[in-house]
């Protein structure tokens, strides 16, 4: 059976007409019904008629995952974990900022990206997240957030995986966030992050959507990137500013690199220095990122005045950056430590 929040309208309508003899209209007149009526069931789609009604419920599912547990952070922050049919779980985070609500969208269960840092890689990478089974994690957020007339109005595609790992379902997610007879949601108010799959980094600068693309860099050196993600083995830095040059050309768009601090392994002012000197001549700013340190990792977070003070050196030396807002520090905060304390106990 067939999930329709699977399709774009666009593969929706194709589908439609090729196989069930139906007008394109059709895919709109479904889209509406399931994102912007809340449809729960084909007989609610009144001017759909009672025969097609039947052949979408011989044939199609409007079947979304489940919230298998959740927890609130006094400063408004949601995490909660998503319950697939297969059994499998996936994190899902709700921030809130004054500009509306912001969800960190999941992409596989677990992650072979193998940071060293990560609370995400404890637990590999299992499968890729169908379209499906991300839009259930946003339809999920805009029900929890419906009590204080609330809904989701930004999506970041960097929870637990590696989203260009999942290229085709991740895209056809984006284009159901963006699509006006969906959520709506501003391609600039979307963000897709990738440790640094090269050939997918220029692939998405050719799709022609003003999407925001961030990059995990966390070190300025092949030395260091080395030892902190296994990804920099396959595509060193040379290659990574490359593609990241081609894609601000092609795509006309800056780009953020996040760089996590790591006390004494990444937050020297040569560190600052290396790192200003790699991203030189690039339309980029730096997103600093505060460690939330993880049990089973032996990195620690930099000190808050090391922090501001690479944040100081940065701007001396010309770099655009910022120190990330953080969220949820009184609960399982780092990407993937929600899911790892309900696995591991």
Known sequence: MKNLFQYTREKLATLLVDEYNQKAFRATQLFTWIYLKGAT????????????????????????????????????????LVGLADHNLVETVIMPYRYGHVLCVSSQVGCNMGCAFCASGLLKKKRNLTTDEMVGELLLANEILKPAKAKISH??????????????????FIRIVNDPKAFEIGARHITVSTSGIVDKMRQYAREGLQINLAISLHAPTDKQRD????????????????????????????????????????????DAVALAKLIKGILAYVNLIPYNEVKENPFKRSDKARIHQFLDWLTKLGVHAQIRKEFGSDISAACGQLRAKVKHG
Not at 155 to 172: A, H, L, Q, R, S
Not at 230 to 235: A, F, L, M, Q, T
Request: hydrophobic share 35%.
């Open 41 to 80: 069931s084909f007989d609610q789609m009144s001017d759909v008629s009672k025969d097609f009604r039947a052949v979408l419920k011989r044939d199609f599912s409007l079947e979304k995952p489940t919230i298998f547990t959740k927890e609130e952070s006094k400063d408004g922050t949601i995490k909660f």
């Open 155 to 172: 999506v970041v595609v960097m929870g637990t995986g590696e989203p260009f790992d999942n290229y085709e379902n991740v895209m056809d």
């Open 227 to 270: 030892q902190l993600m296994k990804i920099n083995k396959r595509y060193p830095l040379k290659e990574l500013m490359a593609a990241t040059k081609d894609y601000v050309k092609i795509a006309g768009r800056r780009v953020t690199f996040e760089y996590i601090l790591l006390k004494g392994v990444n937050d020297s002012y040569e």
